[in-house]
């Protein structure tokens, strides 16, 4: 393929670190508190979380009486650093994983 | 729900960029496949491919006057593969909200006695509460090596 498709993007400016944004995307406890929405009636349930390269992810839910899926493959997992970073503007773990999952959703 | 075959089709159709651009020209109006062929730098028979690729997705159709074939877009074939992404975006956008949300709280109860007047500002940022954080076992095994962490949890909120 000579040129790449243009991706879904999805932005959100969070007032938090990259570990806690990293934190709510990997642990298990938080996901459903956030993934999926918090509607009235609105649910998410962790079926898999393997956090390391090649582990499998699924979850599952329902968001305004609608169910949805999602699962795939951790191609890479990167554990942002506790340390302050110097210059680097890193990438934060949620972009990442957002577009894992849109990707694995083709 | 979408038919996930006709979707893979419509996708797998738009992933080529040969492919966008007689999808971009028929949008102005339909064309014979000389028309289409006539711009782009391939052969006849690799655009007559093309086309059956974008005819086999539902976004093109043909027809025939004579020897000459007319081929036009088939604008609600998109429709499912715009629907798709919206759905997608909305989940996404609902989920973020839900994020900050989230994130903001836990830090709220994090902080509860470090009170300032005003929102903290972000110019400078502020030193990590010494707080001790939660400590992260899955991380760390994570760390350790792979294999070290399989987790297939319960059900963390029980659907309705």
């Not at chain 1, 999602?70 to 506790?82: D, K, L």
């Not at chain 2, 992933?15 to 000389?34: C, F, K, N, Q």
């Not at chain 2, 159709?61 to 007319?70: D, F, H, K, L, P």
């Amino acid at each position: 393929m000579t040129e790449k498709l243009s991706p879904v993007h999805v932005t959100r400016v969070i007032p938090a670190s990259r570990e806690e944004v990293f934190r709510a995307f990997t642990d298990p406890e938080a996901i459903p508190l956030w993934l999926g929405g918090q509607s009235e009636g609105d649910t998410t349930r962790v079926v898999e979380l393997d956090l390391r390269e090649g582990g499998r992810y699924a979850f599952q839910g329902t968001m305004k009486g609608k169910t949805w899926e999602i699962h795939g493959m951790y191609r890479e997992v990167a554990i942002p650093e506790s340390s302050c970073t110097r210059g680097s503007i890193p990438r934060r773990a949620g972009q990442r994983r957002a577009r894992a999952s849109s990707r694995l959703s083709f | 729900m979408v038919n996930s075959h006709s979707l893979d089709a419509a996708f797998s159709a738009l992933s080529d960029p040969s492919r966008r651009a007689i999808l971009a020209r028929l949008a102005r109006s339909e064309r014979t496949v000389g028309e289409l062929a006539e711009p782009l730098p391939m052969s006849l028979p690799a655009v007559s491919k093309h086309l059956r690729i974008l005819e086999q997705a539902g976004l093109v159709a043909a027809s025939r006057e004579g020897r000459t074939r007319r081929i036009r877009l088939v604008p609600a074939a998109l429709a499912p593969a715009q629907d798709w992404i919206a759905r997608h975006r909305a989940f996404w956008e609902e989920s973020l909200d839900a994020l900050a949300l989230y994130l903001e709280r836990a830090r709220a109860s994090k902080e509860p006695t470090e009170k300032s007047p005003d929102p903290p500002a972000r110019t400078s940022r502020p030193a990590r509460s010494p707080t001790p954080r939660r400590p992260l076992p899955s991380l760390a095994r994570a760390r350790a090596g792979p294999g070290t962490l399989r987790r297939k949890s319960s059900p963390a909120r029980q659907p309705r």
